[in-house]
């Protein structure tokens, strides 16, 4: 999370980490995008964003987690480093994913 986090900032250094993930960021932020059209990725706080696509790419592409483990740890995160409002915005754009992608 926190090296998405970074991304965020400047994509000069990326871990390799996290290369899977930063490959397939275009599909990722497509699909949080559809699942929170309201929020354009660009107003979503960063720290928000680094949590929510670490989260949409284990539920979407790594499949080694349950659902239910994903979206748990992603509010945990966001209880940790985000603002008052970050869990339950992070738990309904999950929520939306889980809803568009049907359930994965």
Not at 6 to 16: E, I, K, P, Y
Not at 28 to 50: M, N
Request: no cysteine; hydrophobic share 40%.
């Amino acid at each position: 999370m926190q090296k998405l986090f970074s991304l965020s900032f400047s994509r000069q250094t990326v871990g390799a980490d996290i290369t899977p993930i930063v490959e397939k960021l275009a599909d990722i932020d497509q699909t949080i995008q559809k699942a929170a059209p309201e929020w354009p990725l660009e107003k979503i706080a960063k720290i928000d964003l680094a949590i929510l696509r670490l989260a949409v790419w284990e539920l979407t592409h790594s499949k080694t987690e349950p659902q239910k483990v994903v979206i748990d740890e992603a509010i945990e995160l966001a209880k940790s480093y985000g603002n008052e409002h970050s869990q339950q915005f992070i738990n309904g754009a999950l929520g939306g994913v889980l809803k568009h992608k049907g359930n994965l």
